[in-house]
Every structure is written in C-alpha cells, then in structure tokens.
C-alpha cells in the first residue's frame, strides 16, 4: 500500500504551488494514499504488447494559415480581469 | 408534463410572429424565480437576454431571419463562457471574472436565436458527482429537495427537469451530463470526443472533456447538436460533423433492425435492485419491439474509473496551473512575492476537490511514479478502447445503467471521496474510449428517476441518436 509521508506531501504541495494548511496536511495523506490504493488495481492488468492510448481520435498535426485575425476580446477586455496592470501590461511581483 | 413547447415548434412559433421571443425569456426568468429553493443557477443574464430577445422580435417583424432556434431561452453550465457574463466554474479563484470572449458552443446557438438566460451550479470546475463542490451553494434534486441532482453539470440537468428552460448545455469528462440527467429524469448526450468544440469552456481533463446538451426529448438533442458540432479553428482537436447531420426524420428508426448489447459487467454487483428492475423492464420492452438483444462481456470496463482517476487528475493539475493569481481570478493582496502570491491565491482560490485533483495529479506525474501510474494507466486505456471496438463489430449499441444507484442523499458521500467516485463507475469509460453515449428516462425506482444509457460506436452519434430515438418511444 502507498503511503503518501508528511515530507513527500510537502514537496508535491510544493511542485504545485499550493500552500496546505494544517487541517490539510494532516487529511491529505490518508484520502490520497486510499485514491492512490484504489487505482494501483490496474498493477494486476496484463497490458503486455499495448502502448498507451493518449488521443482517441487519431488527429495529427491540424494547422491552419497563420494570419492575424480580429478576435472578439480586445487587449482592454482581457486586462480588466487582471489584479495588477500597469502601461497596458500585467504587474506581477518581482521575478529575479 | 412539460410547459414548453419542442425546441423547433417553439422556434417556428417565434418566426412566424405567433411567440415573442421577449416573452419567452420573461416566461424563463419567472420560472425561475419560482422555483429559486432548488438552487440551479449562479448568475442570472437577464439584461443580455433581454435585450437579445427584442432584438430577434426585431428581425422577425422586418421579415429577417431569426434562426432555427429563434426565441429558445437557454441555460449553460458556469464553465462555459459568455461574453459580458461572469464566468466562475463555481469556484472562488474565479469569482471576480467576466468572460472577455465566448465560447463557441454558445455564438453557434445564439447566431440561430437561442438566448441565453443563465449560468448553471457545477462542482467547482467540474470536480464532482452531486454540485456538493460547488464552491457556493448545492443544487436540490428535482424529484426530492433532500438529494443531490448528481453532477457535475446538476444545476444544467435540475433546470431542465424543473421545466426552467426546454434545454441546456452542460460538459461531460467522466459522466457529468449523464449521470445527473438520469438522476433528474432528463435526456443527457455526451458526443464523440472532438465533435463539439471546446473553445471557451473551462478545461478539465482535456483529452475526455466534452460538451453536450440536456434536454427532455431526443429531437431537441438532435436540434441542438446539429447546432454545435463540427470543426472549429479555434479548437484543433474538433472533428466533422455527419455529412447527414443529425437532424432526426419523422418517419423513426425501426428497432427490429437493432443489434442490442447489454453490457454484463454494468448489471453486475454493486447495482442497487430497483435500478436493476427499471433497467430490465426498459430492456424486455426493446426486445419485445424487435430488438435483437444479448448479453456482452467487455471485462475491462469496470477498470475504466482507476484509469480516470489517474489520467484526470493528472490533467487536471496541468489544467489548473493556469489559476495562479497574475492574469485573471483571485489573487492574494497580502503576499510579499511571486512565489507566495502563487501559493497564498491558490490555497484561498481553490476548494478541496481541486486540491486533491491537483496533489493525486501531481503525483502520478511526479518523476519515479510516471510509467507506474499514469503510462500504465493510458495503456489500460488501449484495452477498453479495443474491447468496445470489438464490441461494436457485432452491436449497433451497448446498454446498461446511467449509474448504480438513484439519486443519494446530500452529504452522504461528500466526506468519502472514493465512494462519490464510484458513483461514476458506469459513465466513465465512453469518455476514456471517445464513444458516444447517452443517458433517457428509464423509469422510476422508489419514485426517483433510473437512467438507461446507451454508448454508440465512435463517431457514430447519428446511428445513436436513432436508435436512442425508437427506444424513447416504448419507454
């Protein structure tokens, strides 16, 4: 049975830019770690000479011609749902 | 039993001068003030439709053409977006947006006249089984106000049972059109991946995500998706539609001509026994229509729901990473840099589904557990993939149950995540293998409504919605 530790819930927390609170930290590992029981039943599943299936329709490589083309949102539109703008940009905190 | 008109008469009716579109939409808005204790909706887009409605009467008294679903008020799921309209997924990492666009399911229905009325309750960004993640409020089940609507598209499926609107959109990643429109007694249509494009509509696992309608019949269905399917730019996995459309004619498919599956593993343990007996009563009166009918075994499908819960949340983690407080949504005022801006929006922003989707996401993807879970998880998709396949070689369609049970009390599962999970069990492997599916009325079980579903051949959604379409007759 999988586990998940205190440390190793951290780090995922961690990779996905997600800050548990304690409540969390101390749920968490027990749900996941039966989630993670539950679907470890496709271990018993023979798949030997199978390749995985990412796509179900087959499409490959759909392009169109690259031109510019009126949209429906206008820069504007789309800056008035950003917390922070300044000189017609979004603002974030300091990145280095 | 139900007030409105079909979707075609209603729009005859308003091209012909007989029906106002501005009173339809008044009729609409008043139904649901009326029936506001089941809690179907977030937003209300009174103003938008009202203005749309008078333009469309407009048109119709200039002797314009206002389009095959002329006057048609409709509902769409909060995930969809609608220009001008407020757009949450019923989460709070998205309660402050406004859609700067829309999506292409909703311009495709508005250029015919349809209008918009609403934004419906979801699990928050389709989390869910019952609207109980709804980062907001539940969504009451029609038929008992004391049990969930199912999910994750309950609001859409409640307000067409409710007789709010003839229809609505709701979007289906494991089950989330069918399973709450057998739970409210309402047809719901999950196409074939790719027919109906996804621009504009909040993604959730985007290699099962698909759009489809709720309705109360199966020509509105057909109507609507005859509307919206097919290729779009703006959504490059869309495939054709059928050259044929999807249109029904009057003259209804005979189902002496059927080959009829039932899926065994669907009739098996775990099935509640009044689902069991509408179920079989709905499949003895096909066979007495002519049906050719017999059991078929395809033993992979019941693995279908721990493929999901790998591959979903897996998607969903990629999916959700967009939410992280810069551009859009909420963002944390008290954090002092980049990094607990991310962390600090998203712990506020996101409820505990999503958390859980996004750590078991994580997870699975995480260097070391890859090909254990999630590459193993997407070859056992190849399996069941085949099996249906070598299933529709012999069947025109496959039956079964919508869902094991009827609809569950609210609260009953919500401190068990496994076990909501489960009540997806018989949805979700149309959406791992891409096949069309649907779920109509069967019957009733101690008074709450039993779904009967069908799955189709990939992109076989016309032969589908034919057969579906006799069948609803004798049922």
């Given amino acids: 049975m999988s586990v998940i530790s205190r440390e190793e819930l951290l780090k995922l927390a961690q990779l996905a830019r997600l800050k548990l609170t304690e409540e969390e930290i101390s749920r968490l590992p027990n749900e996941l770690s039966v989630i993670l029981e539950y679907v470890r039943q496709l271990d018993k599943v023979d798949t030997s000479g199978l390749e995985p299936t990412y796509q179900v329709t087959g499409l490959k490589n759909i392009t169109r011609t690259d031109e510019l083309k009126e949209y429906q949102a206008k820069p504007a539109e789309l800056l008035k749902n950003a917390p922070a703008v300044q000189a017609n940009q979004f603002k974030v905190k300091r990145v280095i | 039993m139900s007030n409105w008109p079909a979707i075609s008469d209603i729009a005859k009716q308003v091209k012909s001068g007989k029906l106002k579109a501005s009173d339809l939409v008044e009729t609409a808005l008043k139904n649901l003030e009326a029936k506001q204790e089941y809690q179907t909706v977030i937003e209300i887009t009174a103003e938008r439709a009202r203005e749309r409605a008078s333009k469309s009467d407009a048109l119709v008294a200039q002797g314009g053409e206002a389009g095959r679903l002329a006057g048609v008020p409709f509902i769409a799921k909060d995930n969809f977006l609608a220009y001008g309209a407020k757009t949450t997924a019923s989460s709070n990492i998205l309660k402050p947006f406004e859609a700067p666009y829309q999506a292409t399911a909703i311009e495709r229905l508005e250029a015919e006249g349809a209008i918009l009325i609403a934004k419906s309750n979801l699990d928050a960004f389709a989390h869910g089984s019952s609207t109980e993640n709804s980062d907001f409020f539940v969504t009451k089940n029609p038929h008992d106000k004391t049990r969930v609507p199912g999910g994750s598209s309950g609001g859409s499926a409640a307000a067409v049972a409710l007789d709010i609107v003839p229809f609505a959109l709701g979007t289906d990643t494991g089950g989330s059109i069918r399973q709450p429109a057998g739970f409210c007694g309402v047809v719901g249509y999950k196409p074939t991946y790719g027919l109906v494009s996804r621009s504009g509509v909040i993604a959730m696992a985007s290699s099962t995500d698909v759009i489809g309608p709720i309705t109360r019949n199966l020509d509105d269905t057909a109507a609507i998706l005859d509307i919206i399917a097919g290729r779009d730019e703006l959504d490059s996995t869309t495939i054709e539609k059928d050259s044929k459309g999807y249109q029904l004619s009057t003259s209804s498919y005979q189902l002496n001509a059927a080959k009829i599956g039932i899926i065994r593993e669907y009739m098996a343990e775990g099935l509640e026994l009044g689902v069991k ?150 949805t979700v492997a149309a959406n791992m293998s891409g096949n069309p599916a649907i779920s109509i009325p069967a019957g009733l079980s101690s008074e709450l409504p039993v779904g009967l579903q069908l799955i189709g051949p990939m992109k076989g959604d016309r032969k589908l919605l034919e057969i579906t379409k006799a069948c609803e007759e004798l049922l």
């Fill in chain 2, 277 to 426: 007996q509408v179920i079989d009563g709905a499949v003895n009166k096909l066979k007495s229509a002519g049906a050719e009918i017999s059991e078929v075994s395809l033993p992979s499908l019941p693995l279908a729901l721990a493929v999901y819960y790998i591959v979903c949340p897996a998607e969903v983690s990629s999916n959700l990473a967009r939410y992280d407080g810069q551009r859009y949504g909420y963002s944390e005022q008290s954090a002092t840099d980049l990094l607990s801006s991310y962390e600090l929006s998203r712990e506020k922003g996101f409820g505990a589904e999503a958390k859980r989707r996004i750590m078991i996401g994580t997870y699975v993807l995480s260097s070391g557990y890859y090909d254990a879970y999630y590459k193993k998880a997407q070859t056992v998709r190849t399996k069941i993939i085949s099996e249906f396949a070598d299933a529709f070689e012999k069947y025109d369609v496959l039956v079964g149950p919508t869902s094991p049970t009827t609809a569950f009390k609210i609260g009953e599962k919500v401190n068990d995540p496994l076990s909501m999970y489960l009540s997806d069990i018989m």
